[in-house]
């Protein structure tokens, strides 16, 4: 126990140095007519990838901060994903500024306070930059509250793999089993937050 609030400690200071700059300031008016091809995916409620098959994430009400720099990592290609490479190398900072303005809109406020069920051990480590519900702690953090199971699985997997590159998880995902990666996915999965966004 004490070897994982260690690693939470650590956690908690590489999340301060890894938080990323916002590059604009989000139209979400703009973002929303920009987020029309991304609905394909992202608007349908379960829907899974062909290949790797896994449930396409849910973005309603994601950090602002985060998703900007998720679409930066997949033009880049520090993440990997042909076709959201594919797409994020057509945008610009202003438009992964609106698009995650928008898509951060849907935040939804819990009429219960708290984490539902309780927590695996291998989520001590999780709080320090995704709290104990897993809604974040700085607005740089992503929200894991309320993702897929098997999304959540396949983004550690990919961390522990390398295919995502993040010093932060990397380091943290390598050290996971399979075991703790499913219990990790299946507790935030049921705590409450993302939501499948859509038009109105």
Same mark, same amino acid.
């Given at each position: ?12 200071? !590489? ?19 920009? /987020?029309? @091809? ?9 829907? +899974? &990838?062909?290949?790797? +098959?896994?449930?396409?994430? +849910? $973005? =309603? ?16 290609? /520090? ?10 190398? @057509? ?21 219960? +306070? ?21 809604? =974040?702690?700085?607005?740089? &953090? ?9 999304? $959540? ?8 793999? =390398?295919?995502?590159? &993040? ?5 943290? !995902?390598?050290?996971? @089993? ?23």
């Amino acid at each position: 126990m004490k070897c994982r609030a260690g690693i939470g400690a650590a956690m908690a200071a !590489a999340c301060a140095l890894a938080a990323p700059a916002l590059a604009a300031d989000g139209d979400a008016a703009r973002g929303k007519r920009l /987020a029309y @091809t991304c609905m394909g995916c992202h608007g349908i409620e379960h829907y +899974k &990838n062909a290949y790797p +098959k896994y449930s396409v994430p +849910k $973005l =309603g009400g994601q950090s602002a901060a985060y998703l900007e720099a998720a679409l930066a990592s997949y033009q880049a290609g /520090a993440r990997w994903h042909p076709t959201m490479k594919g797409l994020a190398s @057509t945008l610009s900072a202003q438009d992964r500024a609106d698009l995650a303005a928008w898509f951060a809109g849907f935040r939804v406020t819990p009429e219960a +306070k708290g984490p539902v069920g309780t927590a695996p051990e291998a989520a001590a480590a999780c709080s320090a930059c995704h709290g104990v519900d897993g809604a =974040g702690t700085l607005p740089e &953090n992503p929200t894991i509250a309320g993702q897929h199971a098997d999304y $959540l699985a396949q983004a550690l997997d990919d961390y522990r793999l =390398g295919r995502r590159q &993040n010093p932060v998880m990397g380091g943290f !995902a390598a050290a996971l @089993t399979r075991d703790e990666i499913a219990a990790l996915a299946a507790y935030f999965s049921r705590q409450r937050g993302l939501v499948t966004p859509a038009f109105d």
